[in-house]
Each structure stands twice: as C-alpha cells, then as structure tokens.
C-alpha cells in the first residue's frame, strides 16, 4: 500500500457525460500528478500541483481539468467524455516538486460506453 | 520517435533465470531514472530510484545507468513466480519538473 488512496475504483459512464475521480496523497506529501494510461499510449503524464498550485501540463485534453484542494487532496474533472477516453487514471504524489520519488494510487479505471 | 523506448515483451523465463530489462532514451536531459513494476490492475510500484549514471543493488535487483549511450537496465537474480508483471522504466529531469516519462513496459512472466 502506497498511502496514496483514489476513489472511485471503478466508473462506468456514457459519451457526453462528465465525471470526477478523486485523490488523496501520502500523509506529508506537497505534490500530486495526474497520469493516464491506456493500452496504445501507455503511461502519459497530464498534470501536476504543488500545494494548491498548477506546476506542469502535459498532454492534458481542454475537456479535462484538474485541481488541488487546501487539504491537499486533488480532483480530476473529465468532461464530454468519449470512447477513447476509457483507461486508468492514476494518481502519484511526492514531497515536493523536483525530482522525488512519486508514490502511485491504485488508479480509477473509467470506462465510456 | 518517443523519448523512451521499451521492448514491450512479452519476456517468459524460468524460475530462478537471471531477467534483463533495458530501455533506450532520446532526451539528455535526464538526471532521475526509475523502475516501477505493476501488477495486472494495480497501480505501479516502486522498484529503483537511481540519480545519473551508475549502479544501484537493492537484493536480487540492480538498476544499471549509462547516459553516454543514453541506456538503462533493471537485472532481477534469482527470478520468482511472485516476479511476473510489467516492467517500466520511468524518466525525469531537464526543465520536466517532477514530470515522469514512462517505457510502454515490459510484461514478464515467470514459470515455475
């Protein structure tokens, strides 16, 4: 267990619609990133915060947002969603934002019919 | 071309065999190489963490870096059942704050 918990574990949902996954970091942990996989891609990075902060985009779609809260935990807003939008979505966190070592969730996977 | 490539196996070998798994990347830039294993619908867990270029044991795990040829290796001695999962090698560093590039990921299987 990475002390990193992420909720929900499963989402089933229809195209057009839109969903939140949560996640809380490791106690003590500043930053939190969000990260994509699916089975063509891979592991993708989209987004990442530092106490409440946006510090770095990637290859996030303008359908998805993110945010962190003042208790640190974060949310990743999906929006519109489509086919290919179905994958894991994983969330990491670290202590600060340079370098350190990222601890993962369990991931939500999210799947678009 | 991707900054980092990864034979995606799949990679089956015997228990107890000696496991290379190696990644090529294209970016100098990076300074922080890192080996996550995942196991089917699990999140990736951390293995190695290694700063520039060297080597670093840790039990039946050596991570082994050379950025001259921009090249790195995860060596698993004495493989077990409890092994089999996917391997990836993960990146950072340059002006990619805390950004992690990832290897598509090795799937290893170990039989006993």
């Known amino acids: 267990d990475s002390g990193v918990t992420q909720t929900p574990k499963h989402l089933i949902t229809a195209t057009g619609q839109r969903v939140t996954l949560r996640c809380s970091p490791r106690?003590?942990?500043?930053?939190v990133y969000w990260y994509q996989q699916s089975l063509d891609q891979g592991l993708q990075f989209l987004i990442h915060?530092?106490?409440?902060?946006?510090?770095a985009k990637g290859n996030i779609l303008e359908r998805f947002s993110a945010q962190q809260f003042p208790d640190l935990h974060s949310e990743l807003n999906l929006s519109s969603l489509e086919l290919g939008d179905s994958a894991l979505y994983f969330c990491?966190?670290?202590?600060?934002?340079?370098?350190?070592?990222?601890?993962f969730g369990p991931g939500t996977r999210l799947l678009v019919l | 071309q991707k900054e980092v490539e990864q034979d995606p196996g799949p990679l089956s070998v015997p228990e107890g065999a000696i496991v290379s798994l190696n990644c090529t990347y294209s970016?100098?830039?990076?300074?922080?190489f890192m080996w996550y294993r995942q196991y089917s619908r699990k999140g990736p867990e951390l293995l190695m963490y290694t700063y520039s270029s060297g080597n670093k044991e840790d039990g039946r795990f050596t991570a082994q870096v050379d950025k001259s040829s921009k090249y790195i290796s995860l060596f698993i001695r004495d493989s077990q059942p409890s092994d089999s999962a996917t391997y990836l090698c993960?990146?950072?560093?340059?002006?990619?704050?805390?950004?992690?590039?990832f290897g598509q990921g090795t799937i290893l299987t170990v039989h006993p």
């Open positions: 915060y530092y106490n409440g902060e946006e510090r």
């Open positions: 106690s003590g942990d500043l930053s």
């Open positions: 993960a990146m950072s560093g340059g002006t990619s704050y805390g950004k992690l590039t």
């Open positions: 970016n100098s830039a990076f300074q922080y």
């Open positions: 990491a966190s670290s202590v600060g934002s340079r370098q350190e070592t990222q601890y």
